[in-house]
């Protein structure tokens, strides 16, 4: 019995030492577990018919925004990974001005007086606070997760959704927008 409970240790410390192993959980610990699901089962659906409000009241209707392409962000201020993930889309925002549209919607039932503070305290310089406080498009997207992240190409058809958290600075980003973008 104490040669089982010693050889369980072993391989436990074994796979343990493996580098792979010990800095994996590590590096995915400090960028927030982005381990989000790419999902195409969709492709090609039309953009949802759904009006969106800033925190001043404009609207904007999401099937206007064809002519470029989109990607939806649905997240919220009490979620842990969408919070991570803001700073990232704010980058891809900025560096892709002109060439895609990066849309965050918060689905904080509180609206503006949850999401404008938070927007003031990050100081974003490409994104836009965005509101859908009926949740509507959580409801649409049917992943019952945040963060969603939904492409739209510039005819407004899904291209791809990311359900969950996921690192939008990385070089798998790059390649997910590749084709829509024109790169």
């Known amino acids: 019995m104490a040669a089982l409970a010693v050889a369980g240790c072993d391989r436990q410390a074994a796979s343990d ?14 960028k927030g577990e982005f381990n989000g699901t790419l999902d195409i089962a969709n492709r090609g659906k039309d953009m949802p018919d759904f009006t969106v409000t800033d925190p001043s009241g404009k ?93 739209y190409d510039k005819d407004g058809k899904e291209v791809w959704r990311m359900i969950g958290a996921h690192d939008w600075s990385g070089p798998r980003t790059a390649a997910m927008l590749a084709e829509t973008l024109g790169q």
Do not use: H
Request: proline letters at 7%.
């Open 17 to 30: 030492s493996q580098p792979q192993s010990s800095t994996a959980p590590k590096e995915s610990a400090a």
């Open 59 to 151: 609207s904007l209707k999401l099937r206007d925004l064809k002519g470029k392409p989109v990607l939806i962000n649905l997240w919220a201020t009490w979620c842990g990974p969408c919070v991570l993930e803001m700073p990232m889309l704010d980058k891809l925002a900025a560096d892709n001005a002109g060439k895609l549209r990066v849309l965050t919607v918060s689905q904080d039932i509180e609206g503006a007086a949850k999401v404008s503070p938070f927007y003031a305290e990050k100081k974003f310089a490409a994104l836009e606070p965005w509101l859908d406080t009926e949740n509507n498009l959580g409801f649409f997207y049917e992943t019952g997760m945040l963060p969603t992240t939904v492409l």
